[in-house]
């Protein structure tokens, strides 16, 4: 029987959410080669997809967080995930922007948040989780107590599951990368002897080496 990870996996796969081009490697703005390009946002024009995207979110919040009081997603890619979400779920959400508003009152969280409310942080994608990391860390100072962060998929990118552990902060994904680069060779997008290499690029993304590598 298929599981949560592998069908998310799918769908992510089949809406070109995420898409692999190993023999034509995309280029990150910091320069680094990739053989995959991420979009999540592309899960929210796919009415089947965002279905199974948003109730599979709600069904691990409720599991993993089932004293959350309020959602807040990350700008911009968590805040739509968020917002349905929060509504499946009942809860109030919110989102925090990536730095204060220059008008008004200047805030950098966006919707209402008492101190010492329980929250659970929704993100799209976690790679060096950086950005998910800010917000915490707003959210923090603004004295809500963080659960945890939700997140779609995850690399599982060394540097990210690090700063996770130093900041003490618990991520749950939907799916994974490894479960991903197996799908998409299932599916045919990719072929079996590309995960060893797609999996290198995850380990070590500086090194260009796997692009040449035949396994």
Known sequence: MEN?????AKDLLKVK?????PEEPFTWASGIKSPVYCDNRLTLTAPEVRTDVENALAETIR?????AEVLMGTSTAGIAHAAITGHLLNLPMGYVRSGSKDHGRQ????????????????????????SALEVVSVLREAGAQVLGIVSIFTYGMKKGLDRLAAADV???SLTNFDVIAQAAADEGYIK????ARILAFRDNPSDESWIGRKD
Do not use: C, H, M, W
């Open 17 to 21: 959410a995420v898409f692999f081009r």
């Open 192 to 195: 079996p002897e590309d995960i």
């Open 4 to 8: 949560i990870a592998q069908a998310i």
């Open 170 to 172: 618990k991520n749950v």
């Open 107 to 130: 805030n950098q969280i966006e919707g209402r948040l008492e101190k010492g409310q329980k929250v659970v942080v929704v993100e799209d994608l976690i790679s060096t989780a950086g």
């Open 63 to 67: 599991r993993e967080y089932p004293d």
